[in-house]
């Protein structure tokens, strides 16, 4: 019974639940063909051109204002979020 009161809200998580769920790939897909270094506002506005999901865009606010030299530092800065 408790699987049919959840089942309403599963078509609202379909990327994921939260960011710490979120799989690090949707970061680099939804940055890619970026240049670097990118600023966090550089990669919040790729990710916005490549209609990102949300949940992107929340974990990309959470970064730290600063120059981000490669897809690598992005992806480092991405599991401090997670970890959080």
Do not use: C, H
Request: aromatic share 4%; hydrophobic share 30%; proline share 5%.
């Amino acid at each position: 019974m408790r699987g049919t009161q959840e089942s309403g809200m599963s078509g609202q998580s379909s990327v994921a639940g939260t960011i710490q769920e979120l799989d690090p790939q949707i970061i680099e897909v939804s940055t890619s063909g970026i240049n670097y270094p990118a600023s966090k506002n550089d990669l919040i506005s790729r990710a916005k051109g490549s209609q990102a999901p949300q949940i992107v865009l929340d974990a990309l606010n959470q970064f730290e204002d600063r120059q981000y030299s490669d897809p690598e530092d992005v992806k480092s800065e991405f599991s401090k979020i997670q970890q959080r």
